[in-house]
């Protein structure tokens, strides 16, 4: 038996309005065949050198179905509306009927009736948010055109989001001409963002003395000048997704808070300007979002979602799921341990002063795995790196906004901010014991609270940090 052959992708048109040649003209263009039931014999005369398109006169009103009706599916490009529902009377049973008219708010489309494209105020705003784009990626071509030593930073450790909003930056000043260089403020310490870094092998390195100096042209990503506390850098460009803080200035500023990531900013320039984006970057850019949005869960806008569809199929998604596979290093472990073993639980909120820690991420890491702990909406797990005091926040973003409480507490005496479902704070201690971060940590979070219950908090934590600290993971493997 030989196989049966397709047929070949057809449509009905029915009507006679101004939409009917457009329509006609739209799936003709894409060898689809199209027969069209029409009144109006000009619109057959212009309709004949059309090829694979097949005109049936009816009589006027369309009051009856022809006797040649073609099945499903149908569009019926007709302006008055109760000829319209008169056509669908007459039509075989299928959800396949669309209307195609001009635009009106006054006369809403009849119930029923599906739309062949989006409605021209919905094609005009994304006309003008790719305009917007293209503005701003000429704006940033413009700041880089002859430029020597462009500089592009990121806040403290690289992490996913800063670096893929980083290299896209970099590829948008390339087609400037300019070569930057991408710098950040510590090294990267938890190992898929050093995973990340060795799968990229950019050249990201920590920030040299004098190479700020040097820079012609400044951009901070994902941050922005403020979080510097001590020397912040003169920017001319701030890209980022937090909150704007008061002293952000600059000659080029896209502050999106609404976004998820600062890496879908990047994604839209390049993607409205028609910019190459290699897989390398598609990667980066992908994980930099998914990173930030727990997979789109936390903090997604729809634009996320949209960029995060346009760098799926680009993206070495199997080099994704190999990070995210690799989610906790064994160092981690008794971090996790003892940080779940010297909780303070506070109604709906768990608290965790972890004492000296190597990196802050492993407040970040206990803070992500205890908000998975039934009844609890938010978590505050803090540590002590280099003199300074982290907090990290995280919240289920239903009752707490995470991102203000870390401002209101922390946000005149150190860095603090974030999201409704994330936030940081980082104080200098200025000389000031471990022991006495704890009560700087419980004052500033609990302004409110009783003396005597703040008391009990403070003596709690501090009992905590003379405990046992966490194994060297070596004791635990075996030779072999």
């Given at each position: 038996?030989?196989?049966?052959?397709?047929?070949?992708?057809?449509?009905?048109?029915?009507?006679?309005?101004?939409?009917?040649?457009?329509?006609?003209?739209?799936?003709?263009a894409g060898g689809i065949a199209?027969?069209?039931?029409?009144?109006?014999?000009?619109?057959?005369?212009?309709?004949?050198?059309?090829?694979?398109?097949?005109?049936?006169?009816?009589?006027?009103?369309?009051?009856?179905?022809?006797?040649?009706?073609?099945?499903?599916?149908?569009?019926?490009?007709?302006?008055?509306?109760?000829?319209?529902?008169?056509?669908?009377?007459?039509?075989?049973?299928?959800?396949?009927?669309?209307?195609?008219?001009?635009?009106?708010?006054?006369?809403?489309?009849?119930?029923?009736?599906?739309?062949?494209?989006?409605?021209?105020?919905?094609?005009?705003?994304?006309?003008?948010?790719?305009?917007?784009?293209?503005?701003?990626?000429?704006?940033?071509?413009?700041?880089?055109?002859?430029?020597?030593?462009?500089?592009?930073?990121?806040?403290?450790?690289?992490?996913?989001?800063?670096?893929?909003?980083?290299?896209?930056?970099?590829?948008?000043?390339?087609?400037?001409?300019?070569?930057p260089r991408i710098r950040c403020?510590?090294?990267?310490?938890?190992?898929?963002?050093?995973?990340?870094?060795?799968?990229?092998?950019?050249?990201?390195?920590?920030?040299?003395?004098?190479?700020?100096?040097?820079?012609?042209?400044?951009?901070?990503?994902?941050?922005?000048?403020?979080?510097?506390?001590?020397?912040?850098?003169?920017?001319?460009?701030?890209?980022?997704?937090?909150?704007?803080?008061?002293?952000?200035?600059?000659?080029?500023?896209?502050?999106?808070?609404?976004?998820?990531?600062?890496?879908?900013?990047?994604?839209?320039?390049?993607?409205?300007?028609?910019?190459?984006?290699?897989?390398?970057?598609?990667?980066?850019?992908?994980?930099?979002?998914?990173?930030?949005?727990?997979?789109?869960?936390?903090?997604?806008?729809?634009?996320?979602?949209?960029?995060?569809?346009?760098?799926?199929?680009?993206?070495?998604?199997?080099?994704?799921?190999?990070?995210?596979?690799?989610?906790?290093?064994?160092?981690?472990?008794?971090?996790?341990?003892?940080?779940?073993?010297?909780?303070?639980?506070?109604?709906?909120?768990?608290?965790?002063?972890?004492?000296?820690?190597?990196?802050?991420?492993?407040?970040?890491?206990?803070?992500?795995?205890?908000?998975?702990?039934?009844?609890?909406?938010?978590?505050?797990?803090?540590?002590?790196?280099?003199?300074?005091?982290?907090?990290?926040?995280?919240?289920?973003?239903?009752?707490?906004?995470?991102?203000?409480?870390?401002?209101?507490?922390?946000?005149?005496?150190?860095?603090?901010?974030?999201?409704?479902?994330?936030?940081?704070?980082?104080?200098?201690?200025?000389?000031?014991?471990?022991?006495?971060?704890?009560?700087?940590?419980?004052?500033?979070?609990?302004?409110?609270?009783?003396?005597?219950?703040?008391?009990?908090?403070?003596?709690?934590?501090?009992?905590?940090?003379?405990?046992?600290?966490?194994?060297?993971?070596?004791?635990?493997?075996?030779?072999?």
């Amino acid at each position: 038996m030989e196989p049966a052959v397709a047929a070949p992708p057809h449509v009905t048109v029915i009507g006679h309005n101004s939409q009917t040649l457009p329509t006609v003209g739209f799936f003709v263009a894409g060898g689809i065949a199209v027969h069209v039931y029409t009144s109006n014999e000009a619109i057959r005369d212009q309709l004949a050198p059309y090829p694979g398109v097949t005109t049936t006169l009816v009589p006027g009103g369309y009051e009856t179905r022809p006797d040649d009706l073609d099945p499903p599916p149908y569009f019926i490009a007709v302006e008055d509306s109760v000829i319209a529902e008169r056509i669908r009377s007459w039509l075989p049973a299928t959800t396949a009927q669309f209307l195609v008219r001009r635009d009106s708010r006054r006369r809403p489309r009849p119930a029923g009736f599906l739309s062949l494209l989006p409605a021209q105020a919905d094609n005009r705003e994304q006309v003008l948010r790719r305009l917007e784009a293209l503005k701003r990626v000429d704006q940033l071509m413009h700041l880089a055109r002859g430029k020597r030593q462009p500089l592009i930073l990121m806040y403290g450790d690289p992490d996913p989001d800063a670096v893929g909003a980083a290299l896209g930056l970099a590829t948008i000043w390339r087609q400037a001409g300019c070569e930057p260089r991408i710098r950040c403020g510590g090294e990267a310490h938890r190992y898929q963002n050093k995973l990340l870094l060795s799968y990229l092998k950019a050249s990201i390195e920590p920030l040299s003395p004098g190479e700020l100096e040097a820079a012609d042209l400044v951009a901070v990503v994902d941050a922005q000048p403020g979080f510097w506390r001590e020397n912040p850098p003169q920017a001319q460009v701030v890209i980022d997704h937090h909150p704007r803080r008061e002293d952000t200035q600059a000659p080029f500023i896209d502050l999106r808070e609404s976004y998820g990531s600062t890496s879908t900013i990047l994604t839209e320039y390049l993607f409205d300007a028609d910019i190459p984006v290699n897989r390398k970057l598609a990667t980066a850019l992908l994980y930099g979002i998914v990173t930030d949005t727990d997979d789109l869960k936390r903090n997604a806008s729809s634009a996320d979602i949209r960029a995060f569809d346009l760098l799926h199929d680009q993206a070495d998604r199997h080099f994704i799921a190999r990070l995210e596979k690799s989610q906790v290093p064994m160092t981690m472990l008794d971090y996790i341990a003892w940080g779940i073993s010297h909780r303070v639980v506070y109604g709906e909120m768990v608290l965790i002063h972890f004492g000296r820690v190597p990196s802050a991420d492993v407040c970040v890491q206990v803070a992500d795995l205890i908000l998975l702990t039934c009844g609890i909406t938010w978590v505050v797990c803090a540590g002590v790196i280099d003199g300074t005091l982290v907090v990290v926040f995280r919240g289920d973003g239903h009752r707490q906004d995470v991102g203000k409480r870390a401002t209101l507490a922390f946000g005149k005496i150190g860095s603090a901010g974030g999201h409704r479902t994330m936030g940081r704070a980082e104080v200098p201690l200025n000389d000031a014991s471990i022991s006495d971060s704890v009560e700087l940590l419980v004052n500033n979070l609990f302004k409110r609270m009783r003396d005597r219950r703040r008391t009990r908090f403070i003596r709690t934590l501090k009992g905590h940090l003379q405990a046992r600290r966490p194994t060297d993971p070596e004791e635990f493997e075996l030779s072999a």
